[in-house]
């Protein structure tokens, strides 16, 4: 009976998925809860578990693309690995000691009693030669010094060719590493070509996607961080003490967003089809940058947690992305997605959409820049902001209507204290 690994259902959004990796070779036994596979889409990893006990039989190989219910592998429950093939053979085989003692005995006998002189037993004793194996070549079967030393020779030679089997295995038994983990140099050292990962493929595809869905545009602007900057140190001792985490920028990001999208309700809609959906929740995702690409964590309904509580979201989610816990449904349903170029020292970009998504906000590095205030030149914290959206449904007022309501929230954070 043979056991169907299938691809499962990641997200109904997901059609189909990559083959990242096999953990188990093609032929060999698995026990149920086994992670035999890793798929990957353009937004999570995903560990399959043995679903039987068997031999698993490969039906895809790594980097196919294969659509979401499609049968990867299969679990043969009647089948076992080979191991020990030559047990049963010894078992049918009757043993010395079964057989008649005519037939078992009469060779040993006549070894034993070939003529043996002191000097060559002592020989073969120094060699470690075992005298009822050495057929005597001498007079009436005498054994020899020449015979010794010839099967002294052949015991010697078995064993190097033993060792040597034991040090070099076959490369059947054993595969060398797979060709796509090497990169390629040309003669000349000057380029390596390597093959893109299936994650990087899918992540690509849904960005190129992203951009030929949507009518993209975005407007910039830049706040003033010396407020906040100045609010976190005077409350960062209490407010660790008090809640076990940091209080960081993007806490005060998140809320701002949360009610700029209250002041400004058609960016927090979508497109389907025909249809404009307006959401009256605030999922909002936050991307992470992990080694195998991007992927946007969503932390639900910021409009009702704490500073507080947004951090805490905020640092169990970098912890699963770093130990590749994350979970489709982690990733699922976010209204708006915030991205901070800012960590990797960015200074301008124009983030691209996360669909279906109406807006994405980009947060940049925070420079000390020359500003104008109150008619003198002072030098303030400043950080560029870029707000990128689906013209489609978003007109260019409604747009830079959030991005204001968004710096003026980060320079005036008490506004977000009293809902001012």
């Given at each position: 009976m043979a056991h169907e690994v299938k691809i499962p259902t990641v997200g109904e959004s997901i059609t189909s998925a990559s083959i990242g990796e096999w953990h188990k070779k093609d032929g060999e036994a698995v026990k149920a809860g086994d992670v035999i596979l890793t798929i990957e889409t353009d937004k999570i990893s995903t560990e399959i578990?043995?679903?039987?006990?068997?031999?698993?039989?490969?039906?895809?190989?790594?980097g196919d693309e294969v659509d979401i219910g499609a049968v990867v592998a299969t679990i043969d429950e009647s089948g076992a690995p080979a191991s020990g093939g030559g047990d049963s053979e010894a078992k049918d085989e009757p043993k010395a000691e079964d057989k008649p003692e005519a037939e078992a005995g009469d060779?040993?006998?006549?070894?034993?009693s070939a003529p043996v002189s002191p000097s060559v037993r002592k020989i073969a004793e120094e060699m470690n030669v075992d005298l009822s194996s050495v057929e005597g070549s001498g007079k009436e079967g005498a054994i020899t010094k020449a015979d010794i030393e010839s099967v002294a020779k052949q015991q010697e030679d078995s064993g190097a060719e033993?060792?040597?089997?034991?040090?070099?295995?076959?490369?059947?038994?054993?595969?060398?590493?797979?060709?796509?983990?090497?990169?390629?140099?040309?003669?000349?050292?000057?380029?390596?070509?390597?093959?893109?990962?299936?994650?990087?493929?899918?992540?690509?595809?849904?960005?190129?996607?992203?951009?030929?869905?949507?009518?993209?545009?975005?407007?910039?602007?830049?706040?003033?961080?010396?407020?906040?900057?100045?609010?976190?140190?005077?409350?960062?001792?209490?407010?660790?003490?008090?809640?076990?985490?940091?209080?960081?920028?993007?806490?005060?990001?998140?809320?701002?967003?949360?009610?700029?999208?209250?002041?400004v309700p058609q960016i927090n809609a979508r497109l389907e089809g025909d249809e404009l959906v307006t959401n009256h929740f605030y999922d909002i995702g936050v991307a992470v940058g992990t080694e195998k690409g991007l992927i946007v964590p969503v932390i639900r309904d910021c409009d009702k947690k704490s500073f507080a509580e947004i951090e805490k979201d905020i640092i169990d989610y970098a912890t699963k992305?770093?130990?590749?816990?994350?979970?489709?449904?982690?990733?699922?349903?976010?209204?708006?997605?915030?991205?901070?170029?800012?960590?990797?020292?960015?200074?301008?970009?124009?983030?691209?959409?996360?669909?279906?998504?109406?807006?994405?906000?980009?947060?940049?590095?925070?420079?000390?820049?020359?500003?104008?205030?109150?008619?003198q030149v002072v030098i303030r914290p400043m950080m560029y902001l870029a707000l990128s959206y689906d013209h489609r449904i978003v007109d260019g007022k409604e747009a830079v209507t959030f991005l204001v309501r968004v710096k003026d929230c980060i320079e005036q954070p008490t506004r977000l204290l009293v809902g001012a």
């Open positions: 578990e043995a679903g039987a006990d068997g031999v698993l039989h490969h039906q895809a190989a790594e060779d040993d006998e006549a070894k034993k033993a060792k040597a089997e034991k040090e070099e295995p076959s490369l059947s038994v054993v595969p060398a590493p797979a060709e796509k983990e090497k990169p390629k140099v040309d003669d000349s050292g000057r380029v390596t070509r390597k093959k893109l990962s299936p994650l990087r493929k899918k992540i690509a595809t849904h960005l190129v996607n992203a951009q030929n869905d949507a009518a993209h545009l975005t407007t910039f602007n830049e706040c003033d961080m010396g407020e906040v900057m100045s609010l976190r140190k005077q409350i960062q001792d209490s407010f660790v003490q008090k809640h076990g985490v940091k209080l960081g920028f993007m806490s005060f990001f998140i809320k701002a967003v949360v009610d700029g999208l209250k002041a992305a770093r130990e590749g816990k994350i979970q489709f449904e982690d990733l699922q349903g976010g209204v708006f997605t915030i991205s901070n170029g800012g960590i990797y020292g960015s200074l301008l970009s124009t983030p691209i959409l996360n669909p279906p998504q109406s807006g994405i906000l980009g947060m940049h590095s925070i420079q000390q820049r020359p500003m104008a205030v109150n008619g």
